[in-house]
């Protein structure tokens, strides 16, 4: 089994940044993918960013240059720098975690993220 809580969300301007963090706990060695996912009102969960123990990272074309995805292995954290913060990023950030071939998934809260003026 493993935990996830999502922290750091908030709400900030147009242009301005947040950085979200995933506390991991459990099983965390089992995890062979590691994503952010986001849901904003009336829209399905969509995928933001991912990154891989091999080193492996993708971003969406919408967060492509503006977003960050990392993990700590120290702090046992995944972690999302986003710059230039546009509206449409409003939404929920979800951590999540994935076992070999997806056999496995799991999923913190949620932090929500609220870009205005």
């Known amino acids: 089994q493993v935990q996830l809580v999502e922290s750091g969300g908030g709400l900030v301007q147009p242009g301005g940044s947040l950085r979200l963090s995933c506390a991991a706990s459990?099983?965390?060695?089992?995890?062979?993918?590691w994503h952010w996912y986001r849901q904003a009102p009336g829209t399905q969960r969509e995928l933001v960013a991912f990154?891989?123990?091999?080193?492996?990272?993708y971003y969406s074309d919408s967060v492509k240059g503006r977003f960050t995805i990392s993990r700590d292995n120290a702090e046992n954290t995944l972690d999302l720098q986003m710059n230039n913060l546009k509206s449409e990023d409003t939404a929920v950030y979800y951590c999540?975690?994935?076992?070999?071939?997806?056999?496995?998934?799991?999923w913190g809260q949620g932090t929500q993220v609220v870009v205005s003026s």
């Open positions: 999540n975690a994935a076992t070999n071939g997806g056999a496995y998934r799991y």
């Open positions: 459990g099983s965390i060695f089992s995890i062979s993918a």
């Open positions: 990154i891989n123990p091999s080193g492996t990272i």
